[in-house]
């Protein structure tokens, strides 16, 4: 388990450095679109070092799994073009500040009705408040 949460805590710092490098990037290329590109094609590339790594006979079982799972990667593309186009003018911190509270809802429906295969955990009082708190906090600290 602490393990588990050091690399989830890893990829929570990489969300607003992913905003501000690929937001800057996209505004030096003069287009958000072309550096969205860019990044998935490094992302792609690790991607594709790792699943050779650890075994590449996985990736023929994608044909065979129900389309709706593969609207992930609709969701990332629409996450780093929405950044990358929104972040040079809104800020890193407000952009990042809403995804924080839509990740939040999310996942707390998810959770709630065990979406998608996810273990079901109910959203209990004690739980909304931390998830309000958390929310409030995200708040706080984008106002000071």
């Known amino acids: 388990m602490p393990l588990s949460a050091a690399i989830m805590f890893a990829a929570g710092i ?25 990044l998935f094609m490094v992302a792609l590339l690790a991607a594709l070092a790792v699943c050779v790594t650890l075994g590449p006979a996985a990736l023929m079982r994608a044909q065979g799994q129900p389309r709706h799972l593969f609207l992930g990667g609709l969701l990332v593309a ?10 040079p003018s809104f800020g890193v911190g407000n952009a990042v500040f809403f995804v924080l509270i839509g990740q939040l809802v ?30 409030l906090g995200v708040w706080i600290t984008q106002r000071a």
């Not at 996942?107 to 309000?132: H, M, V, Y």
């Open 14 to 38: 990489g969300i607003p450095l992913l905003a501000a490098l690929n937001a800057q990037l996209g505004v030096r290329m003069g287009s958000p679109a072309a550096a969205a590109v860019i």
């Open 78 to 87: 629409f996450y780093v073009l929405s950044v990358t186009y929104i972040a």
């Open 106 to 135: 999310s996942s707390a429906a998810i959770d709630q009705f065990g979406l998608f295969g996810a273990r079901q955990e109910a959203l209990t009082a004690t739980r909304a408040t931390g998830i309000a708190v958390m929310a």
